[in-house]
């Protein structure tokens, strides 16, 4: 039985990774900001729930007060705008989450982290290729993944592996809520509105939760033991 700590875990992708594990019979913890968001998370499952702020560096270590095999860096969010009217504030509440909050999460993982750990980043394919009006949050992700890579040299000796998962769009609240800016600014349909956001996808659809929890899935498994700083696309083509 592992030991599994998904941060970011009380909605979307990281409440499907959460689920993932549990449903594999691992001793899963699943932290965020919202105790009333983990619990929905757990449900009938065997989970711990913790509450975490992942831009806080002593939040952050209380977490690791037993080490984990496998922790999922999911802990994320943006903002949209184009980078000459983006504020000071903006850009730094989304670098302390997306970027600082997966630096604080693994390097406190390292602390006591064993051989065979695995460390995953959730990325996106926004820290392969740059956007309009996503500018903060694709310097954000563009620097996880910067770090992924960096980290993956630092522990190869140790047996542990640093990789990320980088999906397009996926079918969560976070991309509903994409599409409702996409209407409001261009005073369109939903329908319309949903093809512009998945335009970038040649299978023209969200990526589905659970193939982004496959792509985790086998970077936690014995069969990635040798993947080690890779960015894994699943975006349907994009990347």
């Known amino acids: 039985m592992r030991r599994v700590l998904v941060t970011g875990g009380g909605s979307g992708i990281g409440r499907a990774i ?4 549990a449903d594999e019979g691992d001793e899963v913890t699943v932290a965020g900001r919202r105790m009333s968001a983990l619990e929905e998370t757990r449900g009938s499952r065997q989970m711990t729930c913790r509450t975490v702020d992942v831009t806080d560096e002593a939040s952050v270590a209380a977490l690791f007060d037993n080490p984990y095999d496998v922790v999922v860096a999911n802990a994320g969010g943006g903002v949209t705008g184009k980078v000459a009217q983006l504020s000071l504030a903006d850009w730094n509440r989304v670098m302390a989450v997306n970027l600082t909050g997966v630096f604080l999460t693994f390097r406190a993982a390292l602390q006591n982290m064993e051989e065979g750990g695995r460390l995953i980043a959730i990325a996106s394919t926004a820290s392969l290729q740059g956007g309009s009006n996503i500018g903060a949050y694709s310097a954000s992700k563009h620097g996880v993944l910067g770090l992924v890579r960096s980290l993956a040299v ?5 047996g542990i592996t640093c990789n990320a998962v980088c999906p397009g769009f996926v079918d969560t609240d976070m991309a509903a809520a994409a599409v409702d800016g996409v209407m409001k600014r261009f005073d369109i349909s939903r329908h319309k509105a949903e093809g512009m956001v998945v335009g970038g996808n040649p299978m023209k659809r969200m990526i589905r939760p659970e193939e ?4 985790v899935g086998f970077l936690a498994s014995d069969g990635a033991s040798s993947v080690n700083g890779h960015a894994l696309s699943v975006s349907g083509g994009e990347i």
């Open 212 to 215: 982004v929890v496959s792509a």
């Open 154 to 158: 630092e522990v190869a000796k140790t």
């Open 18 to 21: 959460a689920h993932h594990f």
